[in-house]
């Protein structure tokens, strides 16, 4: 069973950046995607960014375009989230996920079949 280890995570003042990182336990395993989802206490389970592996097409949420970069090392089977100008709102557990099934794009949790533990952020005002 391929695992999805997350790091990165931690405490940031707002403005801030930080950067969280997803590795798969098997390299030579092969995603379609993977992706970020994050869930703050009493929310449902929030889409964040994704990227396509074939072609690096890349998708955000709204609440975090043009703060938030996703990026992929196909090799290593790494994907990380470079995130800048952070809010308190964007507190949450943030979570690596990747799917084996391809599709147009990347956005519903039921989309990937593989996740990560999870890897707290807060943002403190």
């Known amino acids: 069973q391929v695992q999805l280890v997350e790091s990165g995570g931690g405490l940031v003042q707002a403005g801030g950046s930080l950067r969280l990182s997803c590795a798969a336990s098997?390299?030579?395993?092969?995603?379609?995607?993977m992706g970020w989802f994050r869930q703050a206490p009493g929310k449902e389970r929030e889409f964040v960014s994704a990227?396509?592996?074939?072609?690096?097409?890349?998708y955000y949420g709204d609440s975090v375009k043009g703060r938030f970069t996703i990026s992929r090392d196909n090799a290593k089977n790494m994907v990380a989230l470079q995130m800048n100008s952070l809010k308190p709102e964007d507190t949450a557990v943030y979570y690596c996920?990747?799917?084996?099934?391809?599709?147009?794009?990347?956005?519903?949790?039921?989309?990937?079949?593989?996740w990560g533990q999870g890897t707290q952020v807060t943002v403190s005002s």
């Open positions: 098997e390299r030579a395993f092969s995603f379609a995607a």
């Open positions: 990227i396509r592996r074939n072609d690096g097409t890349t």
């Open positions: 996920a990747a799917t084996s099934y391809y599709s147009r794009s990347y956005r519903e949790p039921s989309q990937f079949n593989y």
